[in-house]
Each structure stands twice: as structure tokens, then as C-alpha cells.
């Protein structure tokens, strides 16, 4: 068997973004965890830790990281098996695009956790490092708009979330007085949520512009309501997320007929105990609208 | 004079992500772009792009980035005198924390950005980073916590964010039946934003509790909202966050007299133009209340 002393350092350490962290976490001293990294490396043959810039885990060190956690998981199932084994409560790392966080996510999952007694790491990234991360074995879970498989992973489709090209009636009243419009487009500032955010020009795109136009680049799902609510752009926004502003009059679409629906995706480990499985099962059960 | 083409295609490089977007955007081929890069590599004598494992700036090239966002800012004050020169709308990059951008910002720099046509960049980053970013020049201004001073920036207070341990009702009966004692906050699952995060453990050491807790990791202001609805957990949030919400009774304080004040402290580049004053002018005159 490995020494699970010494992953559990490289664990926590890679968790708390330090050596005196996590020492306080283990109940050891920063010596202490230092050393059983370095053990661990010798072990190795290669180091499991990058110093520098930031503290992060090796490839190799990831791997292990993916080992341990699916341990981690495997122990759970075991303990719901032999109940009077000493408590823990793993947390479960899960990466997902910011728009189900900030809107279905917590309702789908809430009661599960409860009952489950399951904490949750949450990560928020888009879909190509999410899926990354995965391969990685960094998380063990991936929720994204990508169906692409992941080998030693199963794919199974939750829906679709729609996105439609919100503003507030002044802003659309100011900025496209005669509709959707090729001139009000080169013009009107929109809201994006980053360089990798294609929604927008998707948008576009669907209604026959292709040249540049003026944004906002905003990396907060909320912060995009907020500056959309403001007036500062028109912007992307799940119908899910705003459907009270709509109700209120607050925010309106440039272009009803317009809407984009965008699929998701989760992405699991195979092989990886029943907790996951139960979990997919919930979010299977989830309706997206 | 400086070559500003090629420091025009380093910047759109960086902002895009990739040779191709930033070729698409500029209206070149991709391999203009590329030759720009080289060229000004050359010039330099050094790389100012790293390409693996994902494309971002050496020191070097966000000297030049910073140089370049200076410029444009300049720029701007120019155009203001003279309003005959071709119109251009840089974006200004400001780096900022997660809660402000989900709760005041927006109401706060709305008008200003209208009336200027002001299009921000916005990058959500803990105080550390922000501040590191705004030292190597990445960004115009930071907005943190922090007051420790930048060579070369101003700081001006704003004000406190005023945070409460906020749960469920149902939640606060499950798990504090009897106030905030050890006993419960040694169980009571929490929800943190992220492995920097101290506020839950400057709240807890506030009720003088010193020892572990198990905590939910989310990394999203909004998720953490939704998190702390669906009684997940309990969680430091902005009192102004979720007012509406502790007004209908969906939320509580397990603690009521346990609050904790952050402050709001807005860095900036000295001698970048008036723009930049005027939307400190702005700020200074917000009430985070």
C-alpha cells in the first residue's frame, strides 16, 4: 500500500496554497508536512509540488491527487457500509461553467448534500480547461457545453440552458431605436463575459453581423446582470437567471426571436464509487427551464 | 517613437487569447500577427509572449501592455480636446473583488460609462493578486481590501462592506438549536469563496472558536447566495447582497451582534489622464450602505 500519510500532506497542502496551512489543518508542523512531501518526491523519483510562481501541483503530483480523492470516495461508500468506521467528509471537486452555479445548480444538488453529509469544491472555469482539468484528474466531475468524451469518463446530457440578448427598455429604446439593426450593432456596447465567451458572437452571428462592435468584458455572472440592469450594455443572459426582471419589465430582449439554447454536459469518472453515480442520478432528474 | 502596430498587436493578442482572434479583430492573417510579435521580439531582444501551457505576457511584454493601456489613455484626454480625431474606445482594465462587482458596482459606474463611453475590462482576483497585477502593470486600477500602497499608484478609502453569518431559518434550527457553540460550529457545514478566503475563519475566531469546520468551496458570489439558500450551509455574505432576502424571511444570522466590517480600498495609477480621476471622483462619492 502507499503511504497515505504522505498523500494526504500533499492533499491538503495543494487545497490550503501552503505549508504552514495546511500544517495547521493536519495538526502538524510546516517542518512536518514539508517533510513528508519530500519523502514522498524521493519516493517518487520526481517532485509532486511546483514552488514557483504559484504553488501547484506536478503532473505526477496531480495524478496522485486523482488517486487520493478517488480513494477518498471509495472510503465513503465503505463507510455507508460499516457505519460505526470514524467519520469523514470528503469534499468533492467539481468544476462547472458560472452560469449553472449562479442559477439551478444549488436547488438541483442542496438536498443531496444535506443528506448526503457531502461537501463540495466548487470550480469555476469554461468548458475547455474544465474538460482538462478532468483529464488531469484534478476534479472529478465536469459540467460544461461540451459533449467531447473524456477516455475513463462517462458523458450523459442534463438539457439545455437558453440565453437571450437582454437590455433594460431604456437601453433598447436608446440604442436600437429601429430593431437589431447592422448600424446599432457596429455602435452598442454589449457585456461579454471573456475572451473565450463565443455566446455573443454567436448571437451576432445568427443575425448576419460579423464585424466588431464595443463591450464590456464582465468574468461574474451576477456582475453581468447587474451591469446589464445598469443600462452599461445588452448582454447573453439566461432566461432562467432574469425571469423576475423580465416579469418586472426591468430587462427585455433586443431581439425576442432570438434565442440560443446551449446544452450541458456531465462529465464523471467511471469507477469511482456509488456517491458520484447517486449524484448523477439528481442531476439527471434536474429540468433545465 | 515606439512601433505602436506591433505593440497594438501584443495587446489584442493578449486580450483575445490566440494569434487567429487577434488577427480576426485587427483584420490581418494570422501570420501578420505573428510576424508583429517576433518583430517587437526582436526590438526587445527578449519574448514577450509565453505560449505553453496557455498563451500569456512575460514581465517584459506586460511592461509593454501596461505602456500600451497608458497610452490609450491618454489618448482619450486627447480626443476630448480634440474632438475632430478619430473616435476609439479603449477599455479599461480594472481589477476588482468578486462581491463588489455582484452587488454596488455596477449602480455605481453605470452613468459614468454611459457619458463617457467608458467600455471596462473587469478581472475578479483576491486583494494579492489584484494588487501583484496592478504592480506589474497589467491593470489600471484595483479595488480590494488592502491598504498596503503601490509605488507609483494612489489609494483612496471607500468605505466597508458590511458582512453577517447568514443560513436559512431551517438551517439555523438544524444546526444552531442552541446559538453559535463549539460544539455547532464544529459540524455545521459552511460555505467558503476560496482557499484565500478568511472571512469565515476571522468570523469564527471572532466567537472564539479555533479549530476545524467542514466548508463548501465556491468560488462565486452568486453561487455562494444560492448555496446559502438551498441551506447547504451558513456563510459570510454582504449585508447588501442579500437584504431583499433577509427581509422576506429567507434569511438569518446565526450571530446577529457578530458582524465583520471589510474595507474598500481603490488603487490607482498615478499620471494616467483624467479619465481615471474622474471615475475616482465617481467612487469616492459612492455610499456602501
Redesign the interface.
Known sequence: MLDYKLLQALATVV???GFE?AGE?LGLSQSAVSQRIKALEVRLGQPVLIRHPALRPTPAGQRLLNHVQQVQLLERDLRAALPTLEEA?P?LRIVLN?DS???W???A??DF??TEGL??????EDQDVGLKRLRDGEVAACLCASDQPIAGARCVPLGTMVYHPFATPDYIARHFPDGPTVEAFRRA?AIVYG??DQLQHRFLASCGYHG?F??????????FV??T????GYGMLPQMQVASLVAEGRLDSIAPERSLAVPLYWHFWRHSGELLERLTGVLCGVRLE
Chains 1, 2 share one sequence.
Open positions: 487545497e490550503f496554497g496551512r489543518q467528509s469534499r458560472a452555479l449562479a442559477t445548480w444549488a436547488v444538488v442542496g448534500c444535506r461537501l463540495l469544491d466548487m470550480v469555476v456596447p475572451p473565450h466588431s464595443p463591450y464590456h468584458l464582465c468574468p461574474s455572472s451576477e456582475g447587474r451591469l440592469v445598469a443600462g452599461m
